[in-house]
């Protein structure tokens, strides 16, 4: 070490050394000097582009919320209307549902007063019917006995079993083709008719087509001799059940002398008139 101090040579190449790392040390501190600057420059430069993008991308989500907002509030509008839109359509529904209970009432009292009128109907047809039966019975009765054509029939039918019996008849004037009905099914059968006598077993005098005594009396009946009730009965018995088949009945009634006289061997038919 002392050598290199007592050495000018040395000495000054140690000067120029130094001086060379001076040098070199000013030259890497003017490089990291521009470097610094250079790099502090770039980082202001990132930094700002940095800052810019922050900025833009602030903007655009400013934007975008904004445009979110502007959504919502449509969103809000519309949900805002379909609630106007349900609250109506609930008020139509509940509308309509008191109008259909009001029809139901009216349609139900509708359907009561049909079937009121209905009822009234059935009544009046009822009457109706009652009254037009009620005519038939009067017109028939006013229009005298008249016998069916299954009555007729069923009636030559009991009879003819019966042939060769004798019979008169008595009748009240209203009812002579009464009369000639049961004078011709009398005889086609087999009987044969006898001039009429009187209550007092005389020839009557007063004649109905020249067949029947006048007598003035209602319904219609048979008359039969006490003596003669068990002979004659059947036959005219007989009489009376065919005559059912139209509804007429028949009156069986026994001749007890002195104070009724017929022929001993005759049925007597009476014919009054129909009541």
């Given at each position: 070490m002392n050598g290199l101090w007592n050495s000018v040579e040395?000495?000054?190449?140690?000067?120029?050394?130094?001086?060379?790392g001076i040098a070199l040390t000013l030259l890497v501190a003017f490089a990291c000097t521009v470097l610094a600057i250079k790099a502090g420059g770039r980082k202001d430069a990132l930094t700002h582009a940095i800052e810019l993008a922050k900025a833009e991308r602030i903007a655009n989500l400013d934007t975008a919320n904004l445009t979110l907002q502007g959504q919502v509030a449509i969103l809000q509008t519309d949900a805002s209307v379909q609630q106007e839109r349900a609250a109506k359509a609930e008020a139509?529904?509940?509308l309509a549902e008191q109008h259909a209970?009001?029809?139901n009432a009216k349609a139900e009292g509708f359907r009561l007063d049909i079937a009121k009128a209905n009822e009234g109907a059935a009544h009046a047809n009822e009457i109706a019917e009652q009254e037009r039966l009620a005519r038939i019975k009067i017109e028939e009765r006013m229009g005298g006995w008249k016998l069916s054509k299954d009555a007729q029939d069923s009636l030559s039918k009991a009879l003819k079993p019966f042939a060769g019996t004798h019979f008169s008849l008595a009748a009240n004037p209203i009812e002579e083709p009464f009369v000639e009905t049961v004078d011709r099914i009398l005889r086609d059968a087999g009987w044969i008719r006898e001039a009429p006598l009187d209550d007092n077993g005389h020839a009557a005098t007063v004649l109905l087509s020249d067949k029947a005594m006048v007598a003035f009396s209602s319904g219609?009946?048979?008359?039969?001799?006490?003596?003669?009730?068990?002979?004659?009965?059947?036959?005219?018995?007989?009489?009376k059940q065919a005559l059912l088949v139209d509804g007429f009945e028949v009156k069986l009634l026994m001749a007890v002398p002195p104070a009724n006289k017929i022929a001993p061997t005759v049925i007597k038919f009476n014919i009054g008139k129909r009541e």
């Open positions: 040395k000495l000054d190449s140690l000067v120029t050394a130094a001086n060379w139509n529904i509940a209970a009001e029809a219609l009946s048979v008359v039969i001799s006490q003596d003669e009730w068990a002979a004659l009965s059947p036959a005219a018995d007989a009489y």
